[in-house]
């Protein structure tokens, strides 16, 4: 039996980073399907490059029309329930998939970064151009990067307590012998990659990250100490770079 295809419900997309593949109409008996520069999957936008810039303007969209929504009521919040609903409609919109900006261009990450600030200073009720910095550390809210490093250091600790997909436990690999230092210290091991573009993958870039946590968040024995602790090393971390 031939598969049926309905044309109205099926995207093609070809993934080229160099823009050198020759992106060919794909034909279903007299249907004949057109590649797409971009497709929708699970609410991710993927594009042709990767480089994530239509999910990034999407998000920014509609976290901007959130905000507005919020703001019509401004008058009537108190602090506590306007910092939830920022929470809830904004930053969880931030945070859909985050673990895919890893290693993008500052350029690329700007739309998002300026969203969070503007949403920073909107909960704190502060002019547009306020210097947002002290404001972070009031609200104690990580930024965009470092809001990325929990999501990917948060899986990697769930595929150490084998409560991650076994699709992503497949992309890492422990040490094998124990009587290497890294097998003691909770490490994996880093491919050799020299590619720029092939650190964001989650098989570079889980790895990487976690090697590089302090060994007290390493051997934490749950998930919920293990996240209070991690908060606070990449917020320490936001500060001294700040």
């Known amino acids: ?120 200073r909107f909960v704190c009720r502060v002019p547009l151009y306020s210097h947002v910095t002290p404001l972070i550390i009031c609200l104690r809210w990580l930024p965009i990067k470092y809001r990325t490093i929990f999501k990917i250091c948060t899986l990697m600790f769930k595929l150490k307590d084998n409560f991650a997909p ?8 422990l040490p094998n012998k124990s009587n290497l230092r890294s097998s003691t210290a909770n490490h994996y091991f880093i491919p050799s990659i020299n590619h720029i573009f092939a650190k964001r993958s989650f098989s570079y870039a889980g790895p990487f990250l976690w090697n590089n946590l302090p060994s007290n968040l390493t051997k934490c024995n749950s998930l919920l100490s293990f996240r209070r602790g991690l908060k606070t090393f990449l917020f320490n971390k936001f500060l001294e770079n700040s």
């Open 1 to 120: 039996m031939s598969l049926k295809l309905n044309p109205s419900k099926f995207e093609l997309i070809y993934f080229d980073r160099n823009g050198k593949l020759i992106q060919k109409p794909c034909t279903f008996s007299t249907n004949t399907i057109e590649p797409s520069n971009y497709i929708k999957s699970l609410g991710f936008m993927l594009d042709s490059k990767l480089s994530f810039s239509n999910q990034i303007l999407s998000v920014t969209k509609i976290c901007y029309f959130n905000l507005r929504r919020i703001k019509q009521n401004i008058a009537y919040l108190e602090d506590h329930t306007l910092q939830l609903l920022v929470s809830a409609l904004v930053l969880s919109r931030i945070d859909y998939c985050n673990s895919l900006y890893f290693n993008l261009p500052d350029n690329t990450l700007k739309p998002l970064n300026k969203v969070f600030n503007y949403a920073v």
């Open 166 to 173: 076994v699709y992503l436990k497949c992309l890492v690999n």
